[in-house]
Structures are given as C-alpha cells and as structure tokens.
C-alpha cells in the first residue's frame, strides 16, 4: 500500500513563506525507478482541487500561472519526497493543499494540508 504524507502546513501573514514537504512511502515503492510524476494541488472552500505544480522523474517542472514567480516545486528521489517551497503568499493562497503521485497507471493522494494566509 503506498501513502502519501503531507506536512508544513500552517498559518502565515500575507507574504510569508511555508514550505511544503510529503514523502510516499510503500514497500518497494520508488518515485524514481517507478517513474512517477509528482504534484501538489489545492482546493479552497467551495471550489475545486487545482493543480499548483507538478514535476516529472526527470526533473520537468509546471507551474499554476497564479504562483510562477513565488512557490518552486522540488523532489529528493533518494527519499521519495517532494517539496513545495511557497514565498510571497497572498489570503488567496489559502487552502487545502494536497500531494500526488501518478503515472499513467497509478494515481496516489495524499491527505492534506490546510494553509491559511492572513492579510
């Protein structure tokens, strides 16, 4: 059974920084080998999931129009995690962020992280 942990979430004044981190975890399970794409998402009150940033096995990187400039996606293969460093937040930065793994075969979720940006 593979799971995905979320944490680093928390409450920051508008314009803070946070930083996101979740690590899989399963027996054998390799975000490297398996070559999974890995992504974080959030969804706010109301509103759908959204993608926020995603980054392959080999290091390709997307980004939500809303956040280029401010949050940068990153992975450590050797420890199956994936990062999310989130500078210059803005009160509509807050939401539920969740982490995904997935190929074209296999699609994992993490639980989530709530972050609330004060203004």
């Known amino acids: 059974q593979v799971q995905l942990v979320e944490s680093g979430g928390g409450l920051v004044q508008a314009g803070g920084s946070l930083r996101l981190s979740c690590a899989a975890s399963?027996?054998?399970?390799?975000?490297?080998?398996?070559?999974?794409?890995m992504g974080w998402y959030h969804q706010a009150p109301g509103k759908e999931r959204e993608l926020v940033a995603t980054?392959?096995?080999?290091?390709?990187?997307v980004y939500a129009d809303s956040v280029k400039g401010r949050f940068t996606i990153s992975r450590d293969n050797a420890k199956n995690t994936v990062y999310l460093q989130m500078n210059s937040l803005k009160p509509e930065d807050t939401a539920v962020y969740y982490c995904?793994?997935?190929?074209?075969?296999?699609?994992?979720w993490g639980q989530g992280t709530q972050v609330t940006v004060s203004s």
């Open positions: 399963g027996r054998g399970f390799s975000i490297l080998t398996m070559g999974f794409t």
């Open positions: 980054i392959t096995s080999g290091g390709t990187t």
């Open positions: 995904r793994a997935y190929t074209a075969y296999r699609n994992y």
